[in-house]
């Protein structure tokens, strides 16, 4: 189909991104957290600049010459005055990935990092084709431990057309609203959706796909619905009042990322109820690879 090249690059990226968050994650230390420049400060770690730094080399090596990244993070805040220490954790990161991977056979210097982050600084529009990048969606439930994304996302004159979201925290099994994070449960999926061909799930290896469905269920007294972990993003009274005024019986599932579009998209719940408070303004990394995952088998015959 139109778009194999393309998903089949854009997943090799997220999981390459994947596997160095969790990395992270692992041994995540308080410095590796870092406010992000201007007023609305949200957290930015090590991971999601190495994340956004190795989809954006990798997507640039396998499209040379035709290549628009709009993506979050940009090296502002690592070019200040004592950035340089973070910098190289991050290169060494970066360079460890691709090591792990093989593929390249390339070791990149501080400044390819930093411009290779800042190669998403493109602004997309509805002409030609733009990836659309979210390194670390949900970094405040990254910083916690809990749910995240790699959400990367391809858009064509202006419509999505395919997305790959990688959920290192995900349990492979649905979550229940009794059991939300299952201690038995092995942890970690990838969702990809192309245009016209429906959404998949497997495991961060690549292997075990398997083609998902959203819930049929169309009673509210029978759903159960998502929303952000977070109260500051998403109103949780509003929602509460709507699911009441909807019949929904169940409880919220509250998780942090995109990862609730990977657990819609397979049935795990089957509302997903977003309220920004006043004057958000949404970012289009923040849904664009979630949008086509949910919506990935609409349009099949
Ligand atoms: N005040 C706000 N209202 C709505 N969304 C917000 C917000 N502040 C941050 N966000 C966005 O919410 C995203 C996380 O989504 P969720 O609320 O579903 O966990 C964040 O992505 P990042 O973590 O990539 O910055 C961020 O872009
Ligand atoms: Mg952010
Ligand atoms: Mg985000
Ligand atoms: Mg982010």
Not at 145 to 153: E, H, K, N, R, T
Not at 161 to 182: D, K, M, Q, R, Y
Not at 269 to 293: M, Q, T
């Amino acid at each position: 189909m139109a778009y194999d090249k393309e998903l089949a690059a854009a997943i090799k990226a997220a999981s390459l991104a994947a596997r160095l968050c969790r990395k992270v994650q692992k041994a995540l230390l308080q410095s590796d957290v870092r406010s992000k420049h201007g007023r609305n400060k949200s957290p930015v770690t090590v991971a999601d600049y190495g994340s956004q730094a190795l989809v954006s080399f990798v997507l640039q090596q396998e499209f040379p010459g035709e290549f628009s990244l709009v993506a979050e993070e940009d090296s502002i805040d690592l070019r200040k005055d004592g950035g340089g220490e973070i910098v190289e954790r991050i290169t060494k990161l970066v360079n460890e990935s691709l090591t792990s991977d093989g593929s390249y056979g390339v070791s990149l210097s501080s400044e390819d990092v930093l411009k290779a982050i800042d190669s998403g600084k493109s602004e997309g529009g509805s002409q030609g084709r733009h990836w659309v990048l979210d390194p670390i969606d949900g970094t405040k439930g990254f910083v916690r431990g809990d749910q995240y994304a790699v959400a990367l996302a391809l858009l064509d004159r202006g419509n999505v057309v395919l997305g790959v979201l990688a959920c290192p925290n995900l349990p492979l099994t649905s979550i229940s609203v009794a059991h939300p994070h299952s201690p038995n449960n092995e942890v970690g999926c990838l969702f990809f959706a192309e245009v016209g061909r429906g959404t998949y799930m497997q495991l961060l290896d690549g292997s075990s796909t398997v083609k998902v469905q959203v819930s049929a269920v169309e009673n509210p007294e029978e759903a159960s619905f998502f929303e952000s972990y977070e109260s500051a993003h998403s109103m949780h009274d509003l929602s509460s009042l709507i699911a009441q005024k909807l019949g929904v019986k169940a409880a919220p599932i509250r998780m942090d990322s995109q990862v609730k579009y990977g657990a819609l998209s397979r049935g795990d719940g089957a509302i997903y109820l977003r309220f920004p408070r006043n004057g958000y303004r949404e970012k289009i990394w923040d849904h664009a690879a979630g949008s086509i995952v949910v919506t990935g088998n609409t349009y099949l015959s």
